[in-house]
Nanobody, 122 residues
Framework: QVQLVESGGGWVQAGGSLRLSCAAS????????MGWFRQAPGKERELVTA????????YYADSVKGRFTISRDNAKNTVYLQMNSLKPEDTAVYYC???????????????WGKGTLVTVSS
Protein backbone atom coordinates (compact mmCIF):
# COMPACT_ATOMS: atom_id res chain seq x y z
CA GLN A 1 0.00 0.00 0.00
CA VAL A 2 1.02 3.57 -0.68
CA GLN A 3 -0.12 6.06 1.91
CA LEU A 4 -0.07 9.83 2.05
CA VAL A 5 -0.83 11.15 5.51
CA GLU A 6 -1.47 14.84 6.06
CA SER A 7 -1.05 16.66 9.32
CA GLY A 8 -0.91 20.21 10.58
CA GLY A 9 -4.42 21.39 9.86
CA GLY A 10 -6.36 23.37 12.40
CA TRP A 11 -7.97 26.68 13.22
CA VAL A 12 -6.21 29.98 12.72
CA GLN A 13 -7.16 33.64 12.57
CA ALA A 14 -6.86 35.57 9.34
CA GLY A 15 -3.31 36.70 8.79
CA GLY A 16 -1.88 33.72 10.61
CA SER A 17 0.19 30.83 9.35
CA LEU A 18 0.07 27.06 9.25
CA ARG A 19 2.37 24.41 7.89
CA LEU A 20 0.87 21.23 6.52
CA SER A 21 2.92 18.06 6.24
CA CYS A 22 2.40 15.05 4.01
CA ALA A 23 4.34 11.90 4.84
CA ALA A 24 4.58 9.26 2.14
CA SER A 25 5.03 5.61 3.05
CA UNK A 26 4.53 2.11 1.70
CA UNK A 27 5.50 0.70 -1.65
CA UNK A 28 7.94 2.91 -3.47
CA UNK A 29 6.67 4.93 -6.36
CA UNK A 30 8.07 7.58 -8.65
CA UNK A 31 6.32 10.55 -7.00
CA UNK A 32 7.61 12.67 -9.81
CA UNK A 33 5.17 15.40 -8.84
CA MET A 34 3.77 16.21 -5.42
CA GLY A 35 0.98 18.64 -4.82
CA TRP A 36 -1.76 19.99 -2.63
CA PHE A 37 -5.43 20.30 -3.47
CA ARG A 38 -8.19 21.84 -1.44
CA GLN A 39 -11.94 21.57 -1.37
CA ALA A 40 -14.30 23.99 0.30
CA PRO A 41 -17.88 22.96 1.11
CA GLY A 42 -20.02 22.89 -2.01
CA LYS A 43 -17.08 23.55 -4.31
CA GLU A 44 -14.94 21.49 -6.62
CA ARG A 45 -11.59 20.25 -5.50
CA GLU A 46 -8.92 22.57 -6.86
CA LEU A 47 -5.19 22.37 -7.31
CA VAL A 48 -3.42 24.74 -4.95
CA THR A 49 0.19 23.97 -5.78
CA ALA A 50 2.29 21.25 -7.35
CA UNK A 51 5.97 20.66 -7.79
CA UNK A 52 8.31 18.21 -9.40
CA UNK A 53 10.17 16.36 -6.69
CA UNK A 54 13.35 18.17 -7.66
CA UNK A 55 11.62 21.53 -7.37
CA UNK A 56 12.56 22.40 -10.92
CA UNK A 57 8.99 23.17 -11.92
CA UNK A 58 6.45 24.62 -9.50
CA TYR A 59 2.87 25.73 -9.97
CA TYR A 60 0.80 27.92 -7.68
CA ALA A 61 -2.81 28.86 -8.10
CA ASP A 62 -3.24 32.60 -8.52
CA SER A 63 -5.16 32.79 -5.27
CA VAL A 64 -2.19 31.62 -3.20
CA LYS A 65 0.79 33.05 -5.05
CA GLY A 66 3.10 34.89 -2.72
CA ARG A 67 1.47 33.36 0.36
CA PHE A 68 1.90 29.59 0.06
CA THR A 69 5.10 27.64 -0.47
CA ILE A 70 5.52 23.98 -1.32
CA SER A 71 8.70 22.24 -0.24
CA ARG A 72 10.02 18.78 0.54
CA ASP A 73 12.38 16.81 2.70
CA ASN A 74 13.94 14.10 0.59
CA ALA A 75 15.26 12.06 3.51
CA LYS A 76 11.90 12.03 5.27
CA ASN A 77 9.83 11.48 2.12
CA THR A 78 7.70 14.39 3.23
CA VAL A 79 6.20 17.33 1.39
CA TYR A 80 5.13 20.53 3.13
CA LEU A 81 2.76 23.37 2.47
CA GLN A 82 3.68 26.55 4.28
CA MET A 83 0.66 28.84 4.36
CA ASN A 84 1.16 32.46 5.36
CA SER A 85 -1.17 35.44 5.46
CA LEU A 86 -4.14 33.12 5.60
CA LYS A 87 -7.52 34.40 4.52
CA PRO A 88 -11.02 33.13 5.35
CA GLU A 89 -11.39 32.00 1.75
CA ASP A 90 -8.51 29.58 2.34
CA THR A 91 -10.81 27.55 4.57
CA ALA A 92 -11.04 24.06 3.10
CA VAL A 93 -10.01 20.47 3.45
CA TYR A 94 -6.49 20.21 2.10
CA TYR A 95 -5.38 17.02 0.36
CA CYS A 96 -1.90 15.84 -0.37
CA UNK A 97 -1.42 14.24 -3.78
CA UNK A 98 1.28 12.40 -5.68
CA UNK A 99 1.75 11.68 -9.36
CA UNK A 100 3.93 9.32 -11.33
CA UNK A 101 3.66 11.66 -14.30
CA UNK A 102 5.44 14.95 -14.85
CA UNK A 103 2.51 17.27 -15.34
CA UNK A 104 2.53 20.06 -12.78
CA UNK A 105 -0.07 22.72 -13.55
CA UNK A 106 -2.36 19.94 -14.81
CA UNK A 107 -1.27 17.37 -12.26
CA UNK A 108 -2.61 13.85 -12.76
CA UNK A 109 -3.09 12.29 -9.34
CA UNK A 110 -2.20 8.67 -8.66
CA UNK A 111 -2.35 8.80 -4.87
CA TRP A 112 -4.43 10.87 -2.47
CA GLY A 113 -4.19 11.62 1.19
CA LYS A 114 -7.36 11.67 3.27
CA GLY A 115 -7.22 15.39 3.90
CA THR A 116 -6.79 17.77 6.79
CA LEU A 117 -9.14 20.62 7.63
CA VAL A 118 -7.91 24.19 7.69
CA THR A 119 -10.28 26.78 9.11
CA VAL A 120 -9.44 30.48 8.89
CA SER A 121 -11.57 32.92 10.83
CA SER A 122 -12.11 36.53 9.80
Amino acid sequence: QVQLVESGGGWVQAGGSLRLSCAASGRTFSKNVMGWFRQAPGKERELVTASTWSGGTIYYADSVKGRFTISRDNAKNTVYLQMNSLKPEDTAVYYCAASNSYRVASMVVDYWGKGTLVTVSS
